[in-house]
């Protein structure tokens, strides 16, 4: 494999995207409401936790944090995807090709690092209580939250430099945002060390946080098993049934995707994945953690009667 200065092609064409105009006028109604519903829905959830003293905990801390990763996952594919649906031309700059795949890679490597983090701060909470307040203290948190971020940039930032780098000797991509696959599909020199090279990395981060989450759940489930009273168990194991759901939802379809040898013989499959990777899973976490978490309800719940009482003084 040789990799060459920096490649001459200035644009690249979508071509997963659909032609016909009903289509595309219906796509874009669908994604511009589930977009605005995955900001409406993550900014209530940001607005809460810092507004409400109740919810001033390490918890949600992270949470807010991810609801403010969610928002900026999915502005990386889906504003140039509703631009496109619009457009005669379905085309990316080059350079805005590769700023999308960067990011694209760069916060769901910051997601995964930081739901390993979600885990160890339930791990501590659940299995060390009394210490708690000891080790998730306010520094430590926002030393986590660097490591998220600065553990992210670093892991993407060489995998993004090599195909900047790369020779392409044709424009069509074959798929609705720049991703990795098809782009070292239009390369003209042989990708195998490149896509081998991604398959060790994407296995390295998604496999090692799974596990790393997994290990921290092993201990909180046998943890909570020990406790004497029902009640007390069900209250604790509640605490960490919305970030089981965010995990499953986020490793499972990411490992499918990701975690292959050879991505570039189902692309086809890649596309279904990737919409409800970049779509749908920012929209449903506040929701997750809305209905499944009792405390975030009884805060919204208080949060809507104050507003409801105000209106009506003022009406």
Known sequence: MTIGNWSTMTEFTLTALPDLP??????????????????TGNIMTISLIWTEPHLQTPMYFFLSNLSFLDI??????????????????????????????YF???????????????????????????????????RACLILLLGCWLGAFLSVMVPTIVVTKLPYYRKEINHFFCDIAPLLQVACIDTHLIEKINFILSALVLLSSLTFTAGSYTYIISTILRIPSVQGCQKAFSTCVSHITVVSIVYGSNIFVYVRPNQNNSLD???????????????????IYSLRNEKVKEVLRETVNRLISLILRKS
């Open 22 to 39: 009903e289509i595309q006028v219906f796509l874009f109604v669908i994604l511009l409401l589930i977009y605005t519903l995955t900001a």
């Open 72 to 101: 900026l996952y999915s502005t990386v594919v889906t504003p140039k995807l509703l631009a496109c649906l619009l457009a005669e031309q379905k085309t990316i700059s080059f350079v805005g090709c590769i700023t999308q795949t």
């Open 104 to 138: 694209y890679f760069f916060l769901g490597t910051v997601e995964f690092i930081l739901l390993t983090v979600m885990s160890f701060d339930r791990y501590v909470a659940i299995c060390n209580p009394l210490r708690y307040p000891i080790i998730m203290t306010s």
């Open 269 to 287: 499959f890649d596309k279904v994945a990737a919409v409800f990777i970049t779509i749908v899973t920012p929209l449903l976490n506040p929701f």
